[in-house]
T-cell receptor, first 115, second 116 residues
């Protein structure tokens, strides 16, 4: 149980385009989902917390207009990287938490490469 | 504010030897603590967690960790390393605030190398 999927697993796009990444909790309802970014050989950095039906809470230094997060249902959150630039290239990982629980279940990640 | 320090970006042990990965944390509130493992180009898999209760927690694949409040540590151990244990290991801390999950603060990770 507690499976989280991400789509796509890998995406290459041109600079200036927008890319949408989906995060789904497959067998549970996630009241809270999180988006992390991982640079090569580095740790994960929390970007934002999203709660179903409300605006996401962004961490300091994360541009909310660049990284648009939508949590439209209890099983789906999306991250849209707008006007992507090469410095946005990274590994983006989402996680989801069960209601009332502290454990987060992580998706397999999406590798974004902006040319 | 919370932070996690993992001592040693790389740890190398022989197959069959003891694995010890160190994690120290700082937190202004009682913490929840996690160890995750990441294989190349994959997401994170939960190894074990400490929330409340017993301070020695057992996880998957023979790993265990002990929460020591006085030392602000949560070191990960495994009695006998296996080649399949080679991976990146992350210690993470979350806050005991509210009823749901909180965004986690991760350490920089420790790359575990298993020598045959």
């Amino acid at each position: 149980g507690a499976v989280v999927s991400q789509h796509p697993s890998r995406v290459i796009c041109k600079s200036g385009t927008s890319v949408k990444i989906e995060c789904r909790s497959l067998d549970f309802q996630a009241t809270t989902m999180f988006w992390y970014r991982q640079f090569p050989k580095k740790s994960l950095m929390l970007m934002a917390t999203s709660n179903e039906g409300s605006k996401a809470t962004y961490e300091q230094g994360v541009e909310k207009d660049k990284f648009l997060i939508n949590h439209a249902s209890l099983t789906l959150s999306t991250l849209t990287v707008t006007s992507a630039h090469p410095e946005d290239s990274s590994f983006y990982i989402c996680s989801a938490g069960l209601a009332g629980g502290k454990t987060q279940y992580f998706g397999p990640g999406t590798r974004l490469l902006v040319l | 504010a919370q932070s996690v320090t993992q001592l040693g970006s790389h740890v190398s042990v022989s197959e069959g030897a003891l694995v010890l990965l160190r994690c120290n944390y700082s937190s202004s509130v009682p913490p929840y603590l996690f160890w995750y493992v990441q294989y190349p180009n994959q997401g994170l898999q939960l190894l074990l967690k400490y929330t409340t209760g017993a301070t020695l927690v057992k996880g998957i694949n023979g790993f265990e960790a002990e929460f020591k409040k006085s030392e602000t540590s949560f070191h990960l151990t495994k009695p006998s390393a296996h080649m399949s244990d080679a991976a990146e290991y992350f210690c993470a801390v979350g806050a005991k605030s509210g009823g749901g999950a909180d965004g986690l603060t991760f350490g920089k990770g420790t790359h575990l190398i298993i020598q045959p």
